[in-house]
């Protein structure tokens, strides 16, 4: 298993969640992102700049991912290719995304898109809550404990 996070948008909280857990477990945990991030030094921790544009760490993300991977995103298409290829997708916020609810995710999402481009203001999402970090913590922890049993 390797830990994925599309870092662009990723709040830096959840972030120092991850350094931390990718150091307990000894998890390979890339951010990928299209501008600088720093990340504390470790042989476990690395980051992956590619260039501006749209979707181009969401693809960069899709193209390196394997079965069982974790991908740290709140990007719902992200999270559907993700899926797709068989690995596990949890948002910042703590949503596990899975086969099961990924397609109304993305119906919403797309929904909402269509609300913006007609002109209605949907506002953006709420701060981040300390609950929402526990739960993005929570999950974090049951899937890595999952994985080292089957090691």
Known sequence: MK??????????????????????????????????IRTPPSRVIHFVQVASGFDIADDEIVKRVEKNDLVITSDIPLADEVITKSAIALSPRGELFTKENIKSRLNIRDFMDTMRASGVQTGGPPALSQSDRQLFANHLDSILMRYQKLQ
């Not at 709040?11 to 600088?36: C, D, G, S, Y």
């Open 3 to 36: 830990i994925w996070v599309d870092a662009d948008a990723c709040p830096v909280v959840i972030k120092e969640i991850l350094f931390k857990a990718a150091e307990r477990t000894k998890i390979q945990t890339t951010l990928v992102a299209n501008h600088h």
